[in-house]
């Protein structure tokens, strides 16, 4: 007990600003579906296989696919269903995104603080996770698995880091189990973990477990229950009218593509936007940030607009490492200066520097000025409380 008090009294304001943000999130978005704003796309997608799956019907649909996993390969609704069984409320799945969201907060915390050597530096950085506005517009755009990643990612960092890596290799299976890409981003962060990390065994289980699972999935699994190719190639059709055809185009045309990507201004924008909130730290860690390629790269070469944007789920597997890179970049930075100016002065730079680039971040979007309408809450209401009791 001493020791719990202890850590208790050591973290208060870490665990404070975690408490407060996860009840400001969980708020916001219950109070946005409570007030008829969430949608068919992707809420009720997700919460009716969640509730089917609870109910014996193991990923039984009735949008678009008759079975889930052929639309979207993500047996993180095994332990949801588990407990949408306790309680059967679509508000659990927001609580739950909500809570792992701001939870977040504390391996950014632990991974600066061990870096950057500075408790200040370390609450700073957290806060800025906290008000990152990607992270308010993900949670606020109604339920999606794959915002936990941007937890399970950086806890698997943190625990590789402090020489845990079975229980940081637990939450990479989490991780891998969100989405059916999400092994391309652990096949990069295995190579991070080689190179960076000096883990080679660790890494290149990770690397090849990672692309191995992606591709079996995303190539056999999905197109077998789906009963033919994931309609998701679509988005990238511009490439070609076949993966043969498209992987042909990003290896004879490369100029080609980077043109089309890098010349238009909604990349343009998404690109800064990413990158704003963290004063552009990121930059400085180049290894760091290389871990976001494959989802930055399949975001970017989508033409669904949505994927170059900070307001949708998407985004989420950028986080984790746009947040490690910037923490680098900070330390790099910090050793670089080191005799250069005091620690007192750079300390308080680099938080004063982060506080204006978040609130420029804020003042371009801020997640919580969308107004939660009601238009039909007063008709809708009486309607709903006389459907058959279990609907």
């Known amino acids: 007990m001493p020791h719990i008090r202890s850590n208790l009294q050591k973290y208060r304001w870490l665990l404070l600003m975690v ?42 649909s009735s949008i678009e696919v008759t079975q889930y996993l052929g639309d979207h390969f993500q047996l993180i609704f095994l332990p949801l269903a588990v407990l949408y069984r306790l309680w059967p409320n679509p508000n659990v799945l927001l609580l739950v995104q909500s809570l792992l969201l701001a939870l977040a907060a504390i391996p950014v915390y632990r991974i600066a603080n061990r870096h950057l050597r500075s408790q200040n530096l370390a609450l700073a950085f957290a806060a800025v996770y906290l008000l990152y506005p990607a992270v ?37 299976f989490l991780a891998l189990i969100t ?28 690397s090849v477990v990672g692309l191995a699972y992606s591709a079996v999935i995303l190539l056999a699994v999905m197109p077998a229950f789906r009963g033919g190719a994931t309609d998701s190639m679509m988005r990238y059709a511009w490439l070609g009218d076949s993966p043969a055809a498209m992987a042909q185009t990003l290896l004879t045309r490369p100029v080609f593509v980077l043109t089309t990507l890098l010349g238009d201004p909604v990349r343009q924008e998404f690109l800064l936007k990413i990158l704003l909130p963290v004063g552009f730290l990121s930059l400085l860690s180049p ?38 890179a910037a923490i680098l970049g900070a ?30 971040a804020w003042l371009l979007d801020n997640p919580f000025t969308t107004r939660i309408d009601a238009p039909y809450y007063p008709h809708l209401r009486p309607g709903a409380n006389h459907q058959p009791d279990g609907v």
């Open 179 to 206: 989405r059916e890409e999400m092994g391309l981003t652990i096949f990069a962060l295995g190579l991070f973990v080689i190179f960076v990390e000096k883990r080679p065994r660790l890494g290149a289980i990770w």
């Open 19 to 60: 408490a407060v943000w996860a009840i400001v999130l969980a708020g916001y978005a219950i109070l946005r579906h409570e007030r008829l704003n969430s949608s068919v796309y992707d809420f009720g997608i997700k919460s009716q296989v969640i509730w089917n799956t609870a109910n014996g019907r193991w990923f039984a």
């Open 287 to 324: 290894l760091a940030l290389a871990v976001a390629l494959p989802a930055l790269g399949y975001n970017l070469l989508s033409d669904v607009p949505s994927q170059s944007s900070i307001h949708f789920q998407y985004m989420s597997p950028l986080i984790p490492f746009i947040f490690l």
């Open 136 to 172: 308010g517009f993900i949670n606020r755009f109604d339920f999606h698995p794959i915002t936990f990643v941007v937890f399970f990612f950086l806890m698997a960092i943190d625990l590789v880091e402090t020489d845990h890596p079975w229980w940081a290799s637990f939450f990479i």
């Open 331 to 360: 330390a790099s930075l910090q050793k670089w200066l080191n005799g250069r100016i005091s620690t007192k002065k750079f300390t308080w730079g680099l938080i004063a520097w982060l506080g204006a680039f978040t609130l420029l």
